[in-house]
């Protein structure tokens, strides 16, 4: 079945220490990945997708398809950082192009 | 500009009742969604759809029912609300080309309490 983990429902690091949330899916095909953010009292955002290959906010993931996991990592993170992050995974599902989420990960940020 | 606009933000409706929440966009997207946000369970796909008039269902679609007769518009009904029901809803939009690979946009969500 396709389906997107992540294994962490809470995240907590000290400011400037690196921070990395997890994200494994479930396959069968090239599937399209991306992270999104959620922001205190915002709606959810694009934070980034694996096709880019960019950085956004000092984020970067890279795409391992022989571990199949799709991380989210910043070197130093920041207070502004903290807030919900959903993986997600775009591709053909029954016959159908969708657009899934893994259960989330809220990162918190210690000053 | 918008973007995807959710109606309403807030509803306690009592068990039994029913009600319809309203997403609007004006990107002239083809794909829209309605989720389900509820604590550790992450954002569930209740329904989806892939262009005006048509409707497939998600993950999580019993309870609810769904409508697309307008590009602009996707309502998701709830005929008889349980309190299973009470959580945070979200609408998406995107148009993705043949790999899926666009950016989704989110409504600010409605927050639904069934007492």
């Known amino acids: 079945a396709q389906r997107v983990t992540q294994p962490e429902k809470l995240l907590s690091v000290f400011k400037g220490a690196p921070v990395e949330l997890k994200c494994n899916y479930s396959?069968?095909?090239?599937?399209?990945l991306f992270w999104y953010v959620q922001y205190s009292r915002q709606r959810l955002q694009l934070l980034l997708r694996?096709?880019s290959r960019e950085s956004i906010k000092g984020f970067t993931a890279d795409l391992n398809k022989g571990e199949t996991s799709f991380h989210l990592k910043k070197p130093f993170a920041q207070e502004e950082d903290s807030a919900m992050y959903y993986c997600?995974?775009?591709?053909?599902?029954?016959?159908?192009?969708?657009?899934?989420f893994g259960q989330g990960t809220r990162l918190t940020i210690n000053p | 500009n918008a973007g995807v606009t959710q109606t309403p933000k807030f509803r306690v409706l009592k068990t039994g009742q029913s009600m319809t929440l309203l997403c609007a966009q004006d990107?002239?997207?083809?794909?829209m969604y309605w989720y389900r946000q509820d604590p550790g369970m992450g954002l569930r796909l209740i329904h989806y759809?892939?262009?005006?008039?048509?409707?497939a269902k998600g993950e999580v679609p019993d309870g609810y029912n769904v409508s697309r007769l307008k590009k602009q518009n996707f309502l998701l009904g709830l005929e008889s609300a349980a309190p299973s029901q009470t959580s945070v809803y979200f609408c998406?939009?995107?148009?993705?080309?043949?790999?899926?690979?666009?950016?989704?946009?989110f409504g600010q969500g409605t927050r639904l309490t069934v007492v």
């Open positions: 998406a939009s995107s148009y993705p080309d043949r790999r899926g690979n666009t950016e989704a946009f």
């Open positions: 396959y069968s095909g090239s599937p399209e």
């Open positions: 694996h096709i």
């Open positions: 997600a995974l775009s591709g053909i599902i029954q016959g159908a192009q969708k657009l899934v």
């Open positions: 990107m002239n997207h083809e794909y």
């Open positions: 759809s892939v262009g005006e008039g048509t409707t």
